[in-house]
């Protein structure tokens, strides 16, 4: 799984969108603490709660048009 909706910003509203789709950056220390590591609207990935978010399933074909498009903007 390599993106997550964001269900809440409290705390975090000029790094996080609610219901804005993140691209997930693998962390398995993080995931061991509750959190899940996220590349935020500042462009760095960051860990948060790892309940702030919901973690979606999506097509391949969605999946890897969604990763060409991050790949372009980071280019």
Same mark, same amino acid.
């Given at each position: 799984m390599k993106f997550a909706l964001c269900l809440e910003?409290?705390?975090y509203r000029a790094s996080l969108?609610?219901?804005k789709l993140y691209r997930i950056v693998?962390?398995?220390s993080a995931k061991a603490h509750g959190y899940i590591?996220? @590349?935020d609207e500042s462009g760095e990935?960051?860990?948060f709660q790892a309940?702030?978010?919901h973690l979606v399933e999506l097509p391949?074909? @969605?999946e890897d048009a969604l990763m060409s498009a991050f790949?372009?903007?980071e280019s």
């Open positions: 910003n409290e705390g969108e609610k219901g693998p962390d398995s590591r996220v @590349i990935d960051y860990a309940n702030r978010f391949a074909a @969605i790949s372009e903007n």
